[in-house]
């Protein structure tokens, strides 16, 4: 019987990747579906920064050219460590920056309005940070923010439709901006397709990868994608603030970055000093200052990780994690007035549940009191991430049944339905 707690250790016994929970810090008093907001320490990223301050106290000045991991390329190897997580090619892909700042980039370097095409389409769902970015860069450049972005409509509230998305591509829109996974709902959306759509149509388009890198394979080069971002503290598991991530077409190589600095520079270059910029020939143009090498040291751990087990493995077990998270809650909770508003079927299903409840707000404060940590999003809504790399089918099963716990005997009246400043 899959509502049994040894159907779940059953379901963990044959689960190929359950020796990896070893290789973080989780704790068996709490159990952790947080992941997709800040992934766990691992044992190999603790290791990396601790290798990284040895490099400092060691070589002092000379870290910049020498020990395992000169710094001077960091952001490179960190680059190509992550291409296959989003199907690019080497040179496609640089550490470095933050999501927002990384979209900043990108928007001033490839957001040209000209002639009628004039406006960026984003979608109403979309993390508040890029919407910001891409109304600064209206801004910037005098273009009123209310009329040149537009924002594609959802039916639901929780999700996108790929027609209604297509249908807002009108030939006054000069670029895309979308998420890969939404944020909230967890809707994966279909990328190759919207690529096409938009090219077929002469607009660029690029993608947050946020949500989605580390928890679904993508094929950015194939499809053609011409731009993406993301950050890594979430699925790949970089830590608090770790730098982020971007990628660029090889077909846009050569392109003037918008916004300059000296790490811009072609390598042979950069300590020439001369003030007029040989931009690097790939990807690397598109970094401005010095790479932030503590912030990227965990990844050079935590990278190897996803390297050693590849992608496919992570979303198999992802899947059938939320699968099984979805089957228990429609078979034990289903009095209790929750709605599952994650897309169910697995080719639009992320890494995350999201269920939406009226008390959702008091729900996780009382879940957290219990040792469960999900998080809450504004106004209704609890995302819970059981993680393919250390989150356990019985984790899923003892959540559910603490979950059921909680509004069988209402323990979540104790607290005030209402979000905390970080929530
Ligand atoms: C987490 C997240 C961000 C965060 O941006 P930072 O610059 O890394 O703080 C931005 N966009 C989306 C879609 C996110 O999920």
Known sequence: MKVERSYA???????????????????DDQIYFDGNSLGL?????????????????????????????????VSERLGDMSASLIGAKSGEVIVTGSTTTNLHQLLATFFKPEGKKTKVLADEL?????????????????????EHLVRVKSKDGNNLDTEDIIKAMTDDIALIVLPGVLYRSGQVLDMETLTKAAHDRDILIGFDLCHSIGSIPHELSAWGVDFAFWCTYKHLNGGPGSVGGLYVNEKHFGKEPGLAGWFSSSKEKQFDMEHTLTPAPDVGAYQIGSPHILSAAPLLGSLQIFA?????????????????????????LKD?????ANPRNDDERGGHIFL??????????????????????????????????????????????????????KHYEKYENKRSVIA
């Open 9 to 27: 250790q059953e379901l963990d016994q044959q689960d190929p990747l359950r020796h990896m929970r070893q290789e973080f810090y989780v704790s």
């Open 41 to 73: 320490l691992s044992k190999r990223a603790e290791l990396a920064v601790q290798d990284m301050l040895d490099a400092w106290k060691q070589y002092a000045i000379d870290g910049w050219s020498e020990g395992e991991h000169p710094w001077f390329y």
């Open 126 to 146: 979309n993390f508040p940070s890029d919407i910001y970015a891409l109304k600064s860069q209206l801004q910037l450049r005098g273009l009123d923010r209310d």
């Open 308 to 332: 050693e087990i590849g992608m496919t493995k992570i979303r198999e077990k992802s899947l059938r994690l939320t699968q099984y998270l979805m089957e228990l809650i429609d078979a034990e």
């Open 336 to 340: 209790f007035g929750f709605h599952i």
């Open 356 to 409: 939406e409840h009226p008390e959702a707000a008091r729900i996780c404060k009382a879940l957290k009191a219990e040792g469960v940590v999900p998080d809450f999003r504004n106004p209704n809504g609890i995302r819970l991430a059981p993680v393919a790399l250390y989150n356990t089918f019985e984790e899923v099963w003892r959540m559910v049944q603490i979950l059921k716990t909680v509004m069988d005997q």
